[in-house]
T-cell receptor, first 112, second 120 residues
Framework: AQKVTQAQTEISVVEKEDVTLDCVYETRDTTYYLFWYKQPPSGELVFLIRRNSFDEQNEISGRYSWNFQKSTSSFNFTITASQVVDSAVYFCASTGGFKTIFGAGTRLFVKA | GAVVSQHPSRVICKSGTSVKIECRSL??????MFWYRQFPKQSLMLMATSNEGSKATYEQGVEKDKFLINHASLTLSTLTVTSAHPEDSSFYIC????????????????FGQGTRLTVV
C-alpha cells in the first residue's frame, strides 16, 4: 500500500534561514511519481515539483531544492533563505497507478 | 500544464439541502477524476475515483449514497453532497489525470482550486 509520511507537523524559522521539510514514502510500485505541493491560506494547491521513480537527480529551482534518495525512500525539500511568503502548508505526495496519496503536511511559519 | 477548474469556490448551504460541485478539465480529456476532502488543519483524504462512463470507486468509510459522483463526460465530473449536515463542512478538491504516451498508467494529477463548503 502507498503511504507518505511527513514527520514534521510544524516548523517555525526566522526569515533568511534555510529549512528542510522531510518526506518518506512507501510503495510497492516500481514506477511511481513523487510530488511537493504548497497550500497557502487561500487553500488552493500550488504544484512545486514532480519526480518519477527513475530519476534520482536532485533539482534546484531558485530558492527551492529537492533531494530524492530511493535507498532511504526519501524526497526532502529545502527552502534556502526563507521568506515570509513561504509560510504555508507543504504536502508531499505519491502517485502509484492512478491514485495520489498525500502526507499529513508540514506547516511552515516564517517570521520576519 | 493542464488546467482543472472547480466551481463554486465557496458555498454555504442549509442543513438538509444538497450541494453540487463541478470539476472541469479545460484543455484535456480527463479519463480519471478524483475527489478529495480536507478538514481544517488536516491532509487531503481521497474520497473516490471516477472513470468516465462508469461508476465511481469509493474509499473505505466514504458513503457513496451521500457523496454522489457523476463523470458523464471526459471533461466534467460532479460531486453532490446530499442532505448536507454541518459535519460535512470541509474543503473539497478535485483532480484530473490522463495517461501520458509512454508513461503507461502512471501520470500526474492536476488539481482544481477547491470548494469550501459550509453547512449551517
Amino acid at each position: 500500500a502507498q503511504k507518505v509520511t511527513q514527520a514534521q507537523t510544524e516548523i517555525s524559522v526566522v526569515e533568511k534561514e534555510d529549512v528542510t521539510l522531510d518526506c518518506v514514502y512507501e510503495t510497492r510500485d516500481t514506477t511511481y511519481y513523487l510530488f511537493w505541493y504548497k497550500q497557502p491560506p487561500s487553500g488552493e494547491l500550488v504544484f512545486l515539483i514532480r519526480r518519477n521513480s527513475f530519476d534520482e537527480q536532485n533539482e534546484i529551482s531558485g530558492r527551492y531544492s529537492w533531494n530524492f534518495q530511493k535507498s532511504t525512500s526519501s524526497f526532502n525539500f529545502t527552502i534556502t533563505a526563507s521568506q515570509v511568503v513561504d509560510s504555508a502548508v507543504y504536502f508531499c505526495a505519491s502517485t502509484g497507478g492512478f491514485k495520489t496519496i498525500f502526507g499529513a503536511g508540514t506547516r511552515l511559519f516564517v517570521k520576519a | 500544464g493542464a488546467v482543472v477548474s472547480q466551481h463554486p469556490s465557496r458555498v454555504i448551504c442549509k442543513s438538509g439541502t444538497s450541494v453540487k460541485i463541478e470539476c472541469r478539465s479545460l484543455d484535456f480529456q480527463a479519463t480519471t477524476m478524483f475527489w478529495y476532502r480536507q478538514f481544517p488543519k488536516q491532509s487531503l483524504m481521497l474520497m473516490a475515483t471516477s472513470n468516465e462512463g462508469s461508476k465511481a470507486t469509493y474509499e473505505q468509510g466514504v458513503e457513496k449514497d451521500k457523496f454522489l459522483i457523476n463523470h458523464a463526460s471526459l471533461t466534467l465530473s460532479t460531486l453532490t453532497v446530499t442532505s448536507a449536515h454541518p459535519e460535512d463542512s470541509s474543503f473539497y478538491i478535485c483532480s484530473a489525470s490522463f495517461p501520458r504516451p509512454g508513461a503507461g498508467e502512471y501520470t500526474e494529477a492536476f488539481f482544481g482550486q477547491g470548494t469550501r463548503l459550509t453547512v449551517v
